[in-house]
């Protein structure tokens, strides 16, 4: 078929699960400190994700993924505290906008540390997808420096170097599971020293003491925690079945649409004519970045035949 392309579905869903990800986060950076949710945020993912791994009785990750496996733990433990101190002043939008910087860095980080060469139309989609989101940001004529706006970036610079790692990780026979456990529990344990340096609020001390007067907040860290998993499960398997990590970049952005819904419905939020211009090009690049080349093979060799 014209359009087959089996890693994309999972990448959509995988997005999709990524965005009520940071929802669920927007609303808990409210319930407590961002040390502890970051924590949390990795450490009941992986007790979730070790479970699996003991229910199917998979082997221990191999000897040849434990260096990707602690750089992206590394990376995503700060990605995360990046990304949680940006939603604490930031929008849900905004902060979701510049946690997508992350594939313009993942082109540059594979061109760079791989020699991976950039397809044509993947370069067409990274540029029409940033300028969707300075579009999706607003009127850009408006946009002024914020050091909260530096966390945002962070976010999406170690997004890019944890998808890098994870891509390269997710080519060897390991399972996403066994991958992933491991990973998390090594970013919970990168982030648990910032609970001792800076300490516990009252309010996360209560979280932890008496957890059957937060359900509410147990009860947000529980889905976080599916949700979460389901999202890194499902970009594993994108990644496997993938020829090239930049040919998924652009479609992480399609994070952002499921984003500005979820801002509307929960924030009453409305859009300008930039954002709305901005979420076309966002989806018309990752179209053009999954079907393009398909596209134009197909007419070319249909054209040839013809004559």
């Known amino acids: 078929m014209l359009f087959k392309n089996r890693a994309v579905p999972y990448m959509l869903i995988s997005t999709f699960s990524m965005s009520l990800t940071g929802l669920i986060l927007k ?56 990304f949680i101190a940006s939603l604490n002043t930031l929008t849900l939008v905004e902060s979701s906008v510049l946690f997508g910087t992350g594939p313009l860095f993942i082109a540059v980080l594979e061109k760079l540390f791989f020699k991976v060469n950039i397809k044509t139309e993947t370069k067409f989609g990274l540029v029409a997808t940033f300028a969707g989101v300075l579009l999706l940001a607003g009127d ?12 945002g970036l962070g976010a999406g610079l170690f997004n890019a170097g944890s998808q890098v790692s994870l891509f390269r990780a997710s080519k060897r026979e390991v ?9 998390f529990l090594i970013a919970a344990i990168a982030v648990l020293p910032l609970s001792f340096i800076f300490g516990l609020s009252d309010m996360d001390t209560q979280i932890l ?27 594993s398997k994108a990644y496997k ?21 979820w801002q509307v419905l929960f924030f009453d939020e409305t859009f300008s004519h930039y954002q709305v211009v901005g979420i076309a090009l966002i989806i018309i690049a990752s179209l053009m970045n999954s079907f393009a080349a398909k596209v134009f093979k197909h007419f070319f060799h249909t054209k040839a035949h013809q004559v």
């Not at 945020?41 to 699996?52: H, K, N």
């Not at 850009?140 to 966390?151: A, D, H, K, N």
Request: glycine share 4%; with cysteine; charged share 10%.
């Open 241 to 261: 079945l993938a020829d090239s990590n930049s040919q998924l970049a652009p479609l992480i952005f399609t994070n952002l649409l499921f984003t500005a819904i």
């Open 175 to 183: 399972k996403p599971a066994v991958l992933n456990s491991w990973t």
């Open 140 to 151: 850009v004529t408006g946009i002024q420096f914020r050091p909260e706006l530096l966390f």
């Open 209 to 235: 003491l008496e957890p059957q007067h937060n359900l509410l907040v147990w009860g947000c860290l529980f889905v976080l925690s599916i949700t979460v998993v389901g999202n890194q499960i499902l970009r």
């Open 27 to 82: 609303k808990l950076t409210e319930m407590m400190g961002i040390e502890l949710l970051t924590f949390l945020r990795f450490l009941m993912p992986a007790l979730l994700l070790f479970a699996m791994v003991a229910v199917s009785k998979l082997p221990l990750p191999p000897r040849t993924v434990l260096k990707p496996i602690i750089i992206r733990g590394l990376c995503i433990a700060a990605c995360q505290l990046c």
